[in-house]
């Protein structure tokens, strides 16, 4: 019986392994087309601050393919981080923002900050620093309304690797943010030697405000180290007004979640009632 059982959940394990393989190579082999067609768009989310004034938007990738139906960053970034297709559609996304950004500047005024998400990997890419610089340099898309969001991982103890991408970025006066701040890598260290901006706490301890203490304390934390070190700090996924009221409270003053706007594709967000 004993065996049976071993057997039957080698099989389903094995199946579904089979799957999961399975989808990622199909994933992997839509992902080409999608760079060459039409299927990706962009959602913005907003960053408000203490008075839920718009500060800036958080652009977000969306994938919508005919065979798969809509696929998740979250699942389809890292399957293109291994397959190394993740610059390529990190050039799609900056180039897509530099088409849509004075859209978003002429209905939320000249001070917004747009953030686009990198994946660490983007980092080691010379051809990408050059093609961000490029695209920069032009009208639509002016640096000191760019940010770019890093999630910190190892990768970020790579000094000479990270420290000659943020180097280039800085000089050209865009901004720098380490996203998901809290759950990565452990070491600090690079938060002295990188001419960081702002740290954004992590989406996990927010949620989690109200009902964690640990979590609390470790937002707190966070946010009393961003500002001794000088940084700005943005909370991720607030979702209620307690939370809100708890980051407000201890000094957070950048905020972002659903409470104030879900991503939504540019058209919905200029029609919304968050535009001037
Ligand atoms: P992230 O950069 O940390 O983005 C925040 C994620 O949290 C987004 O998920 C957003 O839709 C979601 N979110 C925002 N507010 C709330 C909230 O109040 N509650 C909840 N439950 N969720 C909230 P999304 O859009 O699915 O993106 C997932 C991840 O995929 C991103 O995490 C980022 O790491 C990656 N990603 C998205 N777009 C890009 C991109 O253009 N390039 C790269 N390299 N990565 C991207
Ligand atoms: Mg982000
Ligand atoms: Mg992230
Ligand atoms: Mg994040």
Known sequence: KAKDDGKARYTWFSEAMLANTQRKVLISTRLSQALEGDA?????????????NVIGFEALLRWHDDVLGEVSPAEFIPIAEQTEKVSLISMWV?????????????SFGQHIVISINLSPMDLNSNKLTQFI???????????????????ETAYMNNFNVANSFFTAIKKHGCRLALDDF???????????????????????FVNDIGSSKQSELITKTI??????????????GVETHEQARFLKQNGCHVLQGFLYSRPAPLKNIIASSLAR
């Open 40 to 52: 990706f768009y962009l959602s913005y989310q907003a960053k408000v601050d203490s008075d839920e």
């Open 94 to 106: 900056i180039k897509r923002v530099g088409i849509e950004a004075p859209q978003l500047i002429e």
């Open 133 to 151: 610089i490029s695209e920069m340099d032009t009208d639509r898309l002016p640096s000191k309304n760019l940010e770019f969001e890093i999630t």
């Open 182 to 204: 809290g759950t990565g890598y452990s070491s600090l260290g690079y938060l002295t030697k990188f001419d960081i901006d702002t740290l954004k706490i992590d989406r996990s």
């Open 223 to 236: 946010i009393e180290m961003a500002k001794s070190l000088n940084f700005s700090v943005c909370a991720e």
